[in-house]
């Protein structure tokens, strides 16, 4: 269940945060996970274990989210950490600074949220525009939980889609791949870097990665971003 506060949307919940505690119902630390409809707040979900040992989350019947297994190693090519100069630049474009951000509440990158109550990521691309990037510090004691680096990977992944959207669209998570590949840090600073892979009409994928200090990629992420129309 996700509480009120932790949305993407308005209304539902985010994707990160869904998807990471999804993948928790097994391996949380290389799991693809699909999103069939919003998620909702403050509702509980039903997880049920599928011959093929899938798992499906459901809300009064209703498929919401189904997990899975990687078929294989999540294999990405290789991102180069950015200069700090370039993070502060990619930062300064990115769509959550301004009154235009398509989800100003949003738990991973909202600019509307009181401090201390969401992640405050701002990913915004590099000169250009081949790729996208933000600073994260996770802020806290000990190793990140799983689920917390999914939703961090969540909206700067989605950052080629948002971009894309432009003013008219609406880019939603259809689907989030992650594989963690080594501890993160809670007090370290980390880079989240990403990139469009491919758009087939109104469905955009991404890849993605958390980066450390040292330049390596301490987990991949895949993700494919619906885009629906701001009027619908």
């Known amino acids: 269940m996700l509480n009120r506060g932790e949305n993407g949307p308005p209304d539902s919940g985010h994707g990160g945060i869904a998807a990471g505690r999804a993948a928790g119902l097994a391996d949380a630390e290389r799991a693809r996970v699909r999103l069939h409809a919003p998620i909702p707040l403050a509702t509980p979900m039903i997880a049920t274990l599928q011959n093929d040992g899938s798992h499906e989350l459901l809300v009064a ?34 769509f959550a600074n301004g009154s235009d951000h398509p989800y100003p509440t949003c738990w991973g990158c909202g600019n509307h949220r009181p401090d201390g109550t969401g992640l405050g990521l701002r990913p915004g691309p590099i000169e250009d525009e081949s790729m996208f990037a933000t600073r994260w510090t996770p802020g806290i004691e000990g190793q990140v939980s799983p689920w917390l680096v999914w939703a961090a990977l969540d909206c700067p992944s989605g950052a080629p889609a948002i971009f894309a959207a432009g003013q008219t669209d609406l880019a939603l998570t259809g689907e989030l791949s992650v594989q963690i590949h080594g501890p993160v840090d809670g007090e370290d600073e980390y880079q989240i870097l990403s990139r469009q892979a491919q758009r087939n ?27 629906v129309s701001r009027s619908t």
């Open 201 to 227: 009409g109104r469905k955009i994928t991404s890849e993605a990665a958390l980066v450390d200090s040292n330049g390596v990629t301490i987990a991949s992420a895949w993700s494919i971003w619906i885009m």
């Open 61 to 94: 019947g209703d498929l919401v989210m189904s997990r899975h297994d990687l078929d294989e190693p999540m294999s990405l090519q290789g991102f180069a950490p950015l200069a700090e100069r370039a993070l502060i630049d990619a930062e300064s474009r990115s």
